[in-house]
């Protein structure tokens, strides 16, 4: 597979691009939920392409760089807290040697996923998601198949890495509303049984259960901040550790 390579084996293209993002970044170019690229701001990849439309595609052309590569960062830049997602961008280029090829990056990017379903799986109450962890497992195991140089059939490969996909992100979800719940829930039903009684009480009720969902909301969001830097911190610590062959 090593056909590609990163900035084309070219450091003067490395720098290029990191000039480019460090550019966007002290304009202020760099924005979450904006969409690619629109009047001279967009995302982290818009950003490096400069352009709209099928700006991941042009990842492997112009920067030597895989396609997946480019949704991965994407993923992670809309993921991280705002202040976080201004130095991802070149944190990412600046992690990647000019000359290391596709299967080395593709090495790195299974490596990731097992890493990441892993650590889904401790999340996840299998007793209320059957079947969850069954797919999982073999997700992890047609990875570990690729890793070890046996790629698995295209078909059955999507279609299992989709349904652990789909699974997982299920069950997190549903953990996580349900742990929101009940966090509002219960913050809500002390205050309203302590204002029991009073003309207040209402009131009270109805401030304590919109505190709770706020305080619900905030930590549901920091939480999503961490995911994303455990994300990021794995990814950059290995694209690092890689010597172009």
Not at 19 to 40: C, F, I, N, P, S
Not at 83 to 112: C, H, M, N, Y
Request: charged residues 25%; contains cysteine.
């Amino acid at each position: 597979m090593n056909s590609l390579k990163a900035y084309h084996g070219d450091p003067a293209i490395k720098s290029s691009c990191l000039a480019r993002m460090e550019a966007h970044r002290k304009a202020d170019h760099l924005l979450q939920g904006y969409g690619y690229w629109r009047d001279g701001k967009g995302c982290a990849v818009g950003c490096l392409v400069e352009a709209d439309g099928s700006a991941h595609a042009q990842y492997p052309v112009q920067f030597g760089l895989p396609e997946w590569l480019a949704h991965l960062e994407d993923h992670i830049f809309e993921a991280l807290s705002p202040e976080d997602s201004k130095a991802w961008p070149e944190d990412l280029l600046s992690s990647i040697a000019p000359g290391v090829t596709e299967d080395q990056l593709a090495k790195v990017r299974d490596r990731f996923q097992i890493f990441w379903l892993e650590r889904q799986k401790t999340q996840i109450d299998g007793a209320k998601h059957p079947g969850v962890m069954e797919v999982i497992q073999r997700v992890i195991g047609l990875l570990a198949e690729a890793l070890e140089g046996r790629e698995p059939e295209s078909a059955a490969w999507s279609a299992a890495w989709s349904a652990a996909e789909s699974a997982a992100w299920s069950a997190a979800e549903s953990a996580a509303e349900s742990a929101a719940e009940s966090a509002a829930g219960s913050a809500a039903g002390s205050a309203a049984e302590s204002a029991a009684g009073s003309a207040a009480g209402s009131a009270a009720e109805s401030a304590a259960r919109s505190a709770a969902r706020s305080a619900a909301e905030s930590a549901a969001r920091s939480a999503k901040w961490e995911e994303a830097k455990v994300k990021r911190d794995w990814l950059l610590a290995e694209l690092k550790a890689l010597k172009p062959e």
